[in-house]
């Protein structure tokens, strides 16, 4: 092994035992069976303790996946060393929650120094929510947006037809429709992958034996031709004969490992928290009885990351715009009864609502409500179906990178006359410790209708009152409406050397309206949703310095407001400022509007650029939107 981990807090060198394992003989010796268990211990105790330093540091992160499958692991590192000609010794996992994993492997093989896995998540530490390939040393592979993976993997066997290839999945990563894909390839093919799926009845939003009826992993396998063994998680002897049986299987063939999700730790066991990173208070508990003082000691010392800037023009509270939303659907569905709501609104969630507000609604008014799976493209169909009927609305939620994945359905709900309300939570970079696999930055590739009539409109509210106020105003109209938020709370947009918000008593939103926040002669930056209050920063200490400049809010972002596309285009400059991704945001379409009405500003536009950072806040700075960057730009177009 490479150096001592005495000063990590769990010396993990010295108590880790190297295991030869041979798939052709299921049975564990006494020795190997017992070395098998101290491993297993041991490396689940240090996923509790590193990934609890993301915890400390209020960077979040995911514990029970890895947490959980360490008996695999533990048992694939086994094979690795018995058998080092037959396998490709990488340890593929299909959504990448359980990146702790990958990451304490990289620390086992000796990329990364032990002690550096306490800065879990931490901005520019190379260890970010999900594992990116070419960033952290020792990853092979990138993952993170479910069931994304298989088929990929399924390349991979193609490319290596001598080698055994293993993917550790889950039952809810195996909701999704791609999976089914990959099996049937798999299957087509008779390919040499091999799957090890953590059973545990527990996705974010609870339990799928409950909210997906009749849903069998394992008979779903079967039925696409799969060879399947099921497995107690945490019997060693039977858990290790199934993976011997898999292994040598012909073709394509999968463990499913029963187990309660964070099997041990109190409190957790069983759970939907334990999808999610384990508190400190529990993790602290839990090497206590196991006696890591040192490991409690340090983990105790964590403080929470703090990014002190103190903004002008906006308030000090903050606000969720992903939960206001779901606040405000509620709020309209007030005058209707329970039997009225039910028969005219449909809200599908895709295992995300407490991520993205549904759970309001859910708790609220749940005769409109449907718990479905991770299984978005199906579930925006359903609600766009649900939304074809005259005088209904289908309502749909997810992840706003996760759009991605339903362009295709958003085209066929076009071209239907659905009308679906979309809100697409977690845009931009804002607190994306996810990191770039979460980046929710090409939202304009759901406006792919042609212009002839096309009423699909893409709304990003700037605060919690716009929010309130854009829900109420579009929530019955026709088409399909994307509302947007960002993961981060956001404060109030104050008016001008006020306390007074913007968007207060008496508002209303205006679809397709540009608004002017600050009117200036030297020039506009354009702007949206989380970008407005640090837009409003730069703007003012500018403004407070002699320097004219306004501020436009254009919370439609894909309908040109011609009078004050006219006002700010007529100006000296125009600076385009967004969190989207640059070669297909606002500000690669803002030039295009403007040149088509002979507007000839000097012209500008930031977004996002760069692969992340990790970290939350820090993301933001990391791709240059903050508002010294944007003063910086501004002063640049003078």
């Given at each position: 092994?490479?150096?001592?981990t005495a000063d990590f807090g769990i010396d993990v060198f010295a108590r880790y035992k190297e295991i030869s394992l041979d798939p052709t003989n299921p049975t564990l010796t006494a020795e190997q069976k017992a070395d098998l268990l101290s491993n297993i211990s041991l490396l689940r105790d240090t996923i509790v303790y590193f990934t609890a330093s993301g915890a400390a540091r209020g960077v979040s992160g995911h514990t029970g996946g890895p947490y959980d499958t360490i008996p695999e692991v533990c048992i694939l590192l086994g094979l690795f060393k018995g058998s080092a000609d037959k396998f490709l010794p990488?340890?593929?996992?299909?959504?990448?929650?359980?990146?702790?994993?990958?990451?304490?492997?990289?620390?086992?093989?000796?990329?990364?120094?032990?002690?550096?896995?306490?800065?879990?998540?931490?901005?520019?530490?190379?260890?970010?929510?999900?594992?990116?390939?070419?960033?952290?040393?020792?990853?092979?592979?990138?993952?993170?947006?479910?069931?994304?993976?298989?088929?990929?993997?399924?390349?991979?066997?193609?490319?290596?037809?001598?080698?055994?290839?293993?993917?550790?999945?889950?039952?809810?990563?195996?909701?999704?429709?791609?999976?089914?894909?990959?099996?049937?390839?798999?299957?087509?093919?008779?390919?040499?992958?091999?799957?090890?799926?953590?059973?545990?009845?527990?996705?974010?939003?609870?339990?799928?034996?409950?909210?997906?009826?009749?849903?069998?992993?394992?008979?779903?396998?079967?039925?696409?031709?799969?060879?399947?063994?099921?497995?107690?998680?945490?019997?060693?002897?039977?858990?290790?004969?199934?993976?011997?049986?898999?292994?040598?299987?012909?073709?394509?063939?999968?463990?499913?490992?029963?187990?309660?999700?964070?099997?041990?730790?109190?409190?957790?066991?069983?759970?939907?928290?334990?999808?999610?990173?384990?508190?400190?208070?529990?993790?602290?508990?839990?090497?206590?009885?196991?006696?890591?003082?040192?490991?409690?000691?340090?983990?105790?010392?964590?403080?929470?990351?703090?990014?002190?800037?103190?903004?002008?023009?906006?308030?000090?509270?903050?606000?969720?715009?992903?939960?206001?939303?779901?606040?405000?659907?509620?709020?309209?569905?007030?005058?209707?009864?329970?039997?009225?709501?039910?028969?005219?609104?449909?809200?599908?969630?895709?295992?995300?609502?407490?991520?993205?507000?549904?759970?309001?609604?859910?708790?609220?008014?749940?005769?409109?409500?449907?718990?479905?799976?991770?299984?978005?493209?199906?579930?925006?169909?359903?609600?766009?179906?649900?939304?074809?009927?005259?005088?209904?609305?289908?309502?749909?939620?997810?992840?706003?990178?996760?759009?991605?994945?339903?362009?295709?359905?958003?085209?066929?709900?076009?071209?239907?006359?659905?009308?679906?309300?979309?809100?697409?939570?977690?845009?931009?970079?804002?607190?994306?410790?996810?990191?770039?696999?979460?980046?929710?930055?090409?939202?304009?590739?759901?406006?792919?209708?042609?212009?002839?009539?096309?009423?699909?409109?893409?709304?990003?509210?700037?605060?919690?009152?716009?929010?309130?106020?854009?829900?109420?105003?579009?929530?019955?109209?026709?088409?399909?409406?994307?509302?947007?938020?960002?993961?981060?709370?956001?404060?109030?947009?104050?008016?001008?050397?006020?306390?007074?918000?913007?968007?207060?008593?008496?508002?209303?939103?205006?679809?397709?309206?540009?608004?002017?926040?600050?009117?200036?002669?030297?020039?506009?930056?354009?702007?949206?949703?989380?970008?407005?209050?640090?837009?409003?920063?730069?703007?003012?200490?500018?403004?407070?310095?002699?320097?004219?400049?306004?501020?436009?809010?254009?919370?439609?972002?894909?309908?040109?407001?011609?009078?004050?596309?006219?006002?700010?285009g007529s100006s000296p400059f125009v600076l385009v400022l967004e969190s989207l991704n640059q070669k297909t945001g606002l500000g690669s379409k803002m030039g295009t509007w403007l040149l088509e009405r002979q507007l000839t500003p000097k012209y500008k536009y930031i977004g996002t650029t760069k692969e992340g950072c990790g970290g939350l806040g820090e993301q933001i700075f990391h791709q240059g939107l903050d508002p010294q960057s944007v003063i910086k730009a501004i002063r640049s177009l003078q």
């Amino acid at each position: 092994m490479a150096s001592a981990t005495a000063d990590f807090g769990i010396d993990v060198f010295a108590r880790y035992k190297e295991i030869s394992l041979d798939p052709t003989n299921p049975t564990l010796t006494a020795e190997q069976k017992a070395d098998l268990l101290s491993n297993i211990s041991l490396l689940r105790d240090t996923i509790v303790y590193f990934t609890a330093s993301g915890a400390a540091r209020g960077v979040s992160g995911h514990t029970g996946g890895p947490y959980d499958t360490i008996p695999e692991v533990c048992i694939l590192l086994g094979l690795f060393k018995g058998s080092a000609d037959k396998f490709l010794p990488i340890v593929y996992d299909e959504s990448g929650h359980r990146v702790a994993t990958q990451y304490l492997l990289s620390a086992l093989a000796g990329h990364l120094p032990f002690e550096h896995l306490l800065h879990y998540r931490e901005a520019n530490s190379k260890l970010p929510g999900h594992p990116e390939l070419g960033l952290t040393p020792g990853i092979a592979f990138s993952s993170g947006r479910l069931g994304h993976l298989w088929s990929f993997v399924n390349g991979v066997a193609m490319a290596h037809p001598d080698k055994t290839l293993f993917m550790l999945g889950s039952d809810g990563a195996q909701q999704e429709g791609d999976d089914d894909e990959a099996a049937r390839m798999a299957v087509a093919q008779g390919l040499n992958v091999k799957l090890l799926l953590d059973d545990n009845d527990v996705t974010i939003a609870g339990h799928p034996s409950e909210y997906l009826k009749g849903y069998s992993m394992t008979n779903t396998l079967k039925g696409h031709g799969m060879t399947v063994f099921d497995a107690p998680g945490e019997d060693i002897e039977k858990l290790y004969s199934a993976v011997c049986s898999a292994v040598t299987a012909k073709g394509p063939a999968a463990v499913v490992v029963k187990r309660k999700m964070a099997p041990g730790i109190k409190g957790l066991e069983g759970t939907s928290h334990a999808h999610d990173v384990i508190p400190v208070k529990v993790a602290v508990e839990y090497l206590k009885e196991r006696g890591y003082d040192q490991a409690v000691s340090k983990l105790e010392a964590i403080t929470l990351n703090s990014l002190a800037y103190l903004y002008t023009g906006s308030g000090k509270e903050k606000f969720a715009n992903r939960v206001v939303f779901g606040e405000a659907v509620v709020s309209v569905l007030e005058p209707l009864s329970a039997a009225e709501a039910k028969e005219r609104v449909l809200v599908v969630d895709s295992d995300l609502e407490g991520s993205t507000g549904l759970s309001v609604i859910h708790k609220k008014r749940p005769e409109v409500f449907l718990s479905s799976g991770i299984m978005e493209r199906g579930n925006f169909s359903a609600a766009a179906g649900f939304g074809a009927s005259k005088g209904k609305v289908g309502i749909f939620s997810t992840f706003s990178a996760f759009c991605e994945m339903i362009i295709s359905e958003l085209t066929m709900a076009r071209l239907n006359m659905a009308n679906v309300l979309c809100h697409f939570s977690h845009s931009g970079v804002d607190e994306m410790a996810d990191n770039t696999c979460h980046f929710g930055i090409n939202t304009f590739f759901a406006d792919n209708g042609l212009i002839d009539g096309d009423t699909t409109r893409l709304y990003f509210p700037a605060d919690a009152n716009q929010m309130r106020a854009a829900v109420a105003k579009v929530f019955w109209d026709e088409g399909i409406r994307l509302i947007i938020s960002t993961r981060a709370k956001v404060p109030l947009i104050l008016k001008e050397n006020s306390e007074e918000p913007y968007y207060g008593e008496g508002y209303e939103f205006v679809p397709s309206k540009d608004e002017f926040i600050r009117t200036g002669s030297a020039g506009y930056v354009v702007t949206f949703g989380e970008m407005v209050y640090r837009a409003i920063d730069a703007v003012d200490r500018l403004r407070s310095q002699g320097v004219d400049v306004g501020l436009v809010n254009k919370s439609t972002l894909n309908v040109v407001d011609e009078d004050a596309l006219r006002i700010y285009g007529s100006s000296p400059f125009v600076l385009v400022l967004e969190s989207l991704n640059q070669k297909t945001g606002l500000g690669s379409k803002m030039g295009t509007w403007l040149l088509e009405r002979q507007l000839t500003p000097k012209y500008k536009y930031i977004g996002t650029t760069k692969e992340g950072c990790g970290g939350l806040g820090e993301q933001i700075f990391h791709q240059g939107l903050d508002p010294q960057s944007v003063i910086k730009a501004i002063r640049s177009l003078q």
